[in-house]
């Protein structure tokens, strides 16, 4: 018996390995489609034999993307940069290549289409990152009106780069630096996303713009400090002055894979946090996780030896 074919563009990043088993346990064959064919051919195991098929597919190559969608009846796209390597960039795959993806979805009949946006999306945001994102959801609705936009807050999870970065430079500095400090965030689990993704293929969901944040809403200094905590170290949180953090953001957006960057440190600027009354977890019946259920787990290889650690939010 055939399967519904199901492709996820994006598939073998953080967010998208769990949404490619997702698909896989409600029944779908998932073309994990990408450059990087090998990358993705790691995800197999998650389905049955035959039932995660690595496709390649790029941006540029409408052939290649075409085939992609060609005869699935859900998409999605999952497919985002957090540093440009060359200008341009934000725009060509946040934008111009999520406005074609949909209008090839469109074209080959495909029935849902998810695309995965983040907060702090917005034709007036300060970075070029935010503006991006919505040029891309608006382009996205264009050609493809039953779209399902998702917008989450900072992802958490085994292998995310916000917990364990920090983590990490608690481990090996004398002193957290902080900058933005008073910014709230709404850290939300991949899992959940991956959930409520997964959710937004079925039938029956209106189309418009979802947003998702976990249970707990803490400032820039205070998830800091919770790290700090959590790695049982002493480290005082020094707050970093606007002019240092601008000129430490623009000396480390040089570096290959840049800790820091100007457009990043605009991002900041705002809360990054879920629009009051906005639809999200709960509309999709999703229970949200907080962070003390999963992320101490993956920072204890982070933490002092010989030292316990409970510590609340």
């Keep these: 018996m055939a399967r519904d074919v199901a492709t996820v563009f994006g598939g073998s990043g ?8 997702r698909l896989a346990g409600s029944g779908y064959t998932v073309r994990v489609a990408g450059r990087d064919t090998a990358l993705a051919a790691r995800l197999r195991p998650m389905g049955r034999v035959g ?4 496709v390649y597919g790029a941006f540029g190559d409408d052939a290649s993307l075409a085939e992609c969608v060609a ?29 074609r993806i949909a209008e090839l979805a469109a074209a080959s009949g495909t029935e849902r289409l998810v695309q995965v946006s983040a907060i702090g999306a917005d034709p007036a945001s300060p970075s070029r990152y935010g503006r991006s994102k919505a040029a891309g959801e608006r382009a996205v609705t264009a050609a493809f009106p039953p779209a399902a936009i998702v917008r989450p807050s900072i992802v ?3 292998g995310d780069d916000f917990f364990n970065r920090f983590a990490s430079m608690a481990r090996l500095l004398p002193v957290m630096p ?23 293929t079925a039938p029956g969901h209106p189309p418009g713009i979802w ?3 976990g249970p707990e809403v803490l400032t820039m200094r205070e998830l800091l400090g919770w790290i700090v905590r959590q790695t049982g170290r002493s480290r005082p949180l020094v707050g970093v ?13 040089l570096l290959p894979n840049p800790p820091l960057t100007s457009d990043q440190l605009a991002m900041l600027s705002r809360d990054n946090v879920p629009t009051a009354g906005a639809p999200g977890l709960a509309a999709l019946g999703i ?8 992320v101490p787990r993956y920072l204890e290889r982070f933490r002092k030896p010989g030292t316990q650690v409970q510590v609340p939010v």
């Design 14 to 21: 953080f967010i998208g390995r769990h949404v490619v088993q």
């Design 51 to 54: 039932q995660v098929v690595p």
């Design 287 to 294: 229970t949200p996780t907080p962070i003390e259920a999963v």
């Design 178 to 200: 902080v900058v933005s400090g008073a910014t709230r965030l709404a850290p939300v689990y991949v899992g959940d996303v991956a959930d409520a993704i997964a959710e937004l």
């Design 241 to 253: 002055p606007a002019a240092v953090a601008k000129f430490q953001a623009a000396v480390l957006g």
């Design 71 to 99: 005869g699935a009846r859900v998409v999605v796209n999952l497919v985002g940069i957090l540093a440009e390597r060359r200008r341009g960039d934000f725009d060509r795959i946040h934008h111009r290549a999520a406005g």
């Design 211 to 213: 947003e998702l944040g």
């Design 156 to 158: 958490f999870g085994p």
